[in-house]
């Protein structure tokens, strides 16, 4: 392993033409090493990269004019790319993105990875990130690691120094994603979720202000677990509450496990060396018999829209791409199979400050979630169960939960599934 300042980082001495690099995402994006790639990548030629999210707001359009990029949705500042048609979009599920890069499907010559400081052991935590950065190390002929004294050593996944071929040290303060502002739509949203949450379950939550609002209300609880692709600022305080305790898992009793920290330094902090705390892979935060050994498990997701058979939408609205595949599916399916568990759909009723309706007649974009798997919607106006339901019957129950302005329209829309039955 060589070991460089970012200032004497020459990409070029490890980079060929036409390389394909998979970059660390979320919060364990490798900055420095983004930036040098920006700075240098056009003398290299050929290159292309994958970064399955994004919160640094470093890709731009204007920025990556040096290399292509693509990635498995429009999450974070990726949206902008989006909007310039500087992104190329992968339809991919959250699980998948590990096992391609594994059989090359998604191509991975080069692994830019973010990492904290050895421990005694010369292994070096992922820190923010686990999902699929494992297997980018392990398919990758280059392994490049921003080695950055502010990222957390999270118990869980790690690289061993001997497995890195160029070390670059910094010291600089990884990616934040603040809490969101929480609005009245949000916390009515809230409610009706959190009504599925009891003693005991196990939670499965993003980021962003319906989950903070949702968490916000679990204070009462008791003995919550946490089994999540991701976990934000806002678990902290269930945590050290003594709300979330993960005792009555059936698995991994004791510890939060979760596949990225996606927060500020508050989490940050709470995670470093903490055996409360297990960060792992997709491979197994995603896994189905793994999600299946999980009771009480209670799964929350977002959409851009919903149809008024149940097909959820979660990508793209017209042409614009506003979301992505994520990990969606995987946490539906096992959600809404889970002993005790209930799989929940949380949007607002309307978009564009009251002048679309989001339960509607017809998807504006792709089918995210089919209607199959979906268990429970939820907005602002109250909760559509779904699962068992006729389709004549789920035209009744999300009409109930649509913005009324909407409702008459919709009740017209129906009609025709109501007579026919489907």
């Known amino acids: 392993m060589s070991t460089v300042a970012a200032a004497e980082l020459d990409l070029r001495r490890f980079l060929r033409p036409g390389d394909r690099i998979v970059i660390g995402q979320a919060c364990g994006e490798p900055s420095t090493l983004i930036e040098a790639l920006i700075a240098q990548g056009r003398d290299i030629g050929g290159l292309s990269a ?41 339809p991919c599920h959250v699980s998948r ?33 686990g999902d699929h950065t494992r297997d980018a190390v392990d398919r990758a002929r280059v392994v490049i690691a921003e080695v950055n004294d502010q990222v957390p050593y999270t118990p869980g996944a790690g690289v061993r120094a001997d497995e890195i071929d160029c070390a670059v040290r910094v010291s600089r303060s990884p990616v934040q994603v603040p809490s969101a502002v929480l609005g009245p739509t949000d916390e009515a949203i809230a409610k009706y979720v959190a009504s599925y949450i009891e003693d005991g379950s196990v939670l499965q939550v993003g980021v962003g202000a319906v989950p903070d609002a949702v968490l916000r209300l679990l204070g009462d609880r008791r003995d919550l677990g946490v089994h999540s692709g991701m976990i934000g600022d806002g678990l902290v305080d269930l945590i050290e509450s003594g709300a979330i305790t993960n005792a009555r898992k059936r698995i991994d009793a004791g510890a939060t496990v979760t596949g990225a920290l996606i927060g500020s330094d508050r989490l940050y902090r709470f995670a470093d060396r903490n055996p409360q705390l297990r960060l792992c892979p997709t491979s197994y935060t995603h896994d189905a018999a793994v999600l299946a050994q999980l009771d009480n498990l209670v799964t929350l997701n977002s959409a851009i829209e919903v149809d008024l058979t149940g097909q959820v939408n979660a990508e793209q609205s017209g042409s614009a791409y506003l979301g992505g595949t994520g990990g969606q599916v995987d946490f539906v399916r096992a959600g809404a199979r889970s002993r005790g568990g209930h799989a929940v759909i949380a949007l607002p009723a309307t978009a564009k400050r009251g002048t679309v309706s989001r339960i509607t007649a017809q998807l504006s974009g792709p089918v995210t979630t089919a209607r199959s798997d979906v268990d429970v919607i939820v907005t602002e106006f109250g909760a559509a169960e779904l699962a068992g339901c006729s389709l004549a019957e789920r035209t009744r129950r999300l009409i109930a939960i649509a913005h009324p302005d909407f409702r008459e329209d919709l009740d017209r829309a129906a009609a025709e599934i109501q007579r026919r039955g489907f």
């Open 50 to 90: 994958f970064v399955a999210t994004s919160f640094s707001g470093i890709f731009t359009p204007e920025s990556t004019d040096s290399f292509a990029l693509s990635s498995m949705g429009a999450i974070g500042s990726l949206r902008a790319m989006t909007r310039e048609h500087k992104l190329g979009i992968i």
């Open 97 to 129: 993105v590990g096992p391609m890069i594994e059989a090359g499907t998604l191509g991975c010559d080069v692994a830019f990875v973010q990492v904290s400081p050895a421990d005694e052991h010369g292994v070096h935590s992922f820190g923010l990130i």
